[in-house]
């Protein structure tokens, strides 16, 4: 079984719990405004025109760069067993990411279960956009599903996802009632998801969910904006800031409320 994979980041501390090896495998039916990862989108390999800037000439070259190889199983695992000793002292493990992790579900699945097997702890980072059935294949092979809600409104999810967000809620019902499996994670886009009715609806919508894990808010990230500039790429969102220090308290005491624990990351 082969999966492809654009990229393989060791050492994350934001993909879940401790120290962690996170895979970002392509494929994604979104097309989300604030993209982090526009390599991830289409599930083949892709060729980008790269800028590189050479600091010492104050300069900026292109050259072509490919993003996506195939793995088999047991290809990825040997890269992933190389790093146990932090997933060991850390308890961390292997966090399956994307594009949309689930487009492989199949392939990751195995990957999961070999995962398993070595006693790694295992999330997937999810934006909920698949077929249930997918989510049961996976199930019993995974700790932590890292859950994004963006927009409650769906006339709003598909302006800036090209998506109905009916498939993602409904999901996150039926997962959340299987156990307490579920971390959702809300990223904070200034202007988009960050506005008091989005976050007071998803809040609602959360409080009325059987089993939370926990809530992690995410803070707007300016790395996609340079992603955009480095693969000449138009942008829809522009240049925004991160929000405020004071505003992200704000939008945390909102959530405190659901007594569930709530925690700012990055």
């Not at 989108?41 to 010492?56: A, G, M, N």
């Not at 070999?114 to 997918?134: E, H, M, P, R, V």
Request: proline share 3%; aromatic share 10%; with cysteine.
């Amino acid at each position: 079984m082969i999966g492809l994979v654009f990229d393989i980041k060791r050492f994350a501390l934001h993909d879940g719990p401790g120290i962690r090896t996170t895979v970002f495998l392509k494929g994604c039916s979104l097309r989300c405004w604030w993209c982090q990862n526009p390599e991830s989108i289409r599930d083949l390999p892709e060729t980008f025109q790269v800028k590189s800037f050479t600091t010492s000439y104050n300069s900026t070259c292109e050259e072509e760069t490919i993003f996506g190889k195939q793995y088999t199983v047991e290809e990825l695992m040997c890269e992933l067993i190389k790093d146990r000793i932090f997933y060991d002292e850390s308890c961390g493990g292997i966090t399956f990411s994307g594009g949309e992790p689930l487009v492989q579900y199949k392939y990751i699945g195995e990957c999961l279960k070999q995962c398993k097997s070595l006693g790694l702890n295992t999330a997937i980072d999810t934006s909920g956009y698949a077929a249930f059935a997918a989510f049961e294949y996976v199930y019993e092979s995974t700790d932590t599903f890292l859950y994004d809600i963006k927009l409650i409104n769906d006339d709003q999810h598909r302006r800036y996802t090209d998506v109905s967000n009916k498939l993602i809620l409904d999901n996150l019902k039926q997962l959340t009632n299987l156990g307490k499996k579920v971390a959702i994670r809300i990223p904070l886009i200034p202007g988009i998801t960050d506005t008091q009715i989005n976050l007071s609806d998803i809040t609602s919508f959360i409080a009325s969910l059987k089993h939370v894990k926990q809530i992690d808010l995410l803070p707007y990230n300016k790395i996609s904006e340079s992603k955009y500039k480095r693969f000449n790429k138009p942008s829809k969102l522009g240049e925004l800031q991160t929000q405020s220090e004071e505003r992200l308290l704000e939008i945390k005491s909102l959530f405190d409320s659901l007594n569930v624990k709530v925690s700012l990351k990055g």
